[in-house]
């Protein structure tokens, strides 16, 4: 009977560490490239920037926001797209991420 239990809990661990997961891969397209590869953890993720992309590989739902993409901008700069492979940030929600340049 333990071995159920565990089994049911290792099932539904894994299936709440996917819904963490859920936006996968998030970038950020730059307006002016970066001087060196650069490292800035925001929302969650890893993004690593070099020249005019920064890209997080695996990242939370929360990296999705125009509150990270606010400081990702704080550290590298303004950006022209901010986004994953099932949502980009709209251009109004993109220009209250860059006023964060400012």
Do not use: H, W, Y
Request: charged share 20%; net charge positive; proline share 2%.
């Amino acid at each position: 009977m333990n071995l159920r239990m565990l089994t049911a809990v290792a099932v539904l661990s894994l299936s709440f560490a996917g819904a963490a997961f859920a936006d996968g891969r998030v970038s950020a397209s730059l307006k002016t490239p970066v001087a060196a590869r650069t490292k800035v953890i925001v929302g969650g993720a890893l993004f690593v920037c070099d020249g005019a992309a920064c890209v997080a590989e695996t990242a939370p739902s929360r990296a999705l926001t125009v509150a990270s993409c606010k400081a990702l901008v704080k550290e590298v700069g303004v950006v022209t797209a901010f986004g994953g492979d099932q949502k980009q940030l709209a251009d109004d929600d993109l220009a209250r991420c860059n006023a964060a340049a400012g």
